[in-house]
């Protein structure tokens, strides 16, 4: 079971559309997925067409990870229907209680304690929030890999560039096996100059490290996760790109 925490220590980047991009293209592909929303805003369960029902949030099953039990309290995303696996750990806000700096390693390891006995997936996405706080270095701590994303402007560049140092500062103290798998490039405008000199920035920054290719700037993308919608079900000719361009960064990180 591969688990990848998708972060960014900048906001609105788009981390969660990406996370659930990745979803898309892992259920297109017919490869069990797992996604746990780590981010208090919860935006990826909504996203994901998820009913909460009798399951317990992610939050208090971290509270109780040495005795909860992680597979009985996920829900499927409406995306699957009747083929296909992809599941939920829903957010909430609850887990902002341990979005703090001052988290110890015993509450560090809160989120591996719950995924190690989970079974019968591939994969295991992480939305983690916009920050280098508790949940996403527990996230950190629970993963193989960290796949970033940012947006080709300058602060989103330099937030990306203070990230990779953090990871290796977290590797070396916490977590040797983490693996940055990569970065994307999302909300690209095609036509914007400024964003194709910022994307030849972090080329030369980033080197292989920046994965291709970059996600494109879709107008709709509001409409699709407003609808609850996985975009490879979405229909539409620029759909159907960003679909393809899913389904190439699965492929690369999978293999990072």
């Known amino acids: 079971m591969r688990v990848v925490s998708v972060s960014s220590l900048k906001g609105g980047v788009g981390k969660t559309s990406v996370t659930t991009g990745l979803a898309s293209a892992a259920l297109a592909?017919?490869?069990?997925?797992?996604v746990v929303d780590l981010d208090p805003h919860a935006d990826a369960s909504t996203a994901l067409g998820t009913s909460a029902g009798r399951v317990t949030d992610i939050g208090r099953l971290l509270k109780t990870a040495r005795r909860a039990r992680l597979a009985d309290h996920l829900t499927p995303s409406s995306w699957a229907g009747d083929g296909g696996t992809l599941d939920v750990a829903?957010?909430?806000?609850?887990?902002?209680?341990?979005?703090?700096?001052?988290?110890?390693?015993?509450?560090?390891?809160?989120?591996?304690?719950l995924l190690e006995p989970v079974t019968g997936y591939d994969l295991v996405l992480i939305d983690c929030p916009p920050s280098l706080n508790g949940l996403t270095r527990m996230a950190w701590n629970a993963s193989d890999d960290v796949v970033l994303v940012a947006e080709p402007g300058l602060f989103s560049v330099a937030g990306t560039e203070r990230t990779l140092r953090a990871i290796d500062m977290f590797r070396r103290e916490f977590s040797p096996r983490l693996n940055p798998a990569g970065i994307v490039?999302?909300?690209?405008?095609?036509?914007?100059s400024e964003h194709?000199?910022?994307l030849d920035e972090?080329?030369?920054?980033?080197?292989?490290?920046?994965?291709?290719?970059?996600?494109?700037?879709?107008?709709?993308?509001?409409?699709?996760?407003?609808?609850a919608h996985a975009v490879h079900q979405w229909p539409g000719d620029s759909a159907k790109g960003v679909s393809a361009v899913y389904d190439q960064l699965l492929a690369a990180i999978r293999k990072a």
């Open 29 to 34: 592909a017919g490869v069990p997925t797992l």
């Open 90 to 113: 829903i957010g909430s806000a609850y887990s902002g209680i341990y979005d703090r700096p001052d988290l110890g390693r015993r509450d560090l390891r809160r989120l591996r304690q």
């Open 185 to 192: 490039a999302n909300r690209v405008r095609l036509g914007s």
């Open 196 to 198: 194709m000199y910022r």
């Open 202 to 227: 972090m080329r030369s920054m980033f080197g292989p490290l920046l994965l291709e290719p970059v996600v494109p700037e879709l107008a709709n993308w509001q409409q699709i996760q407003g609808a």
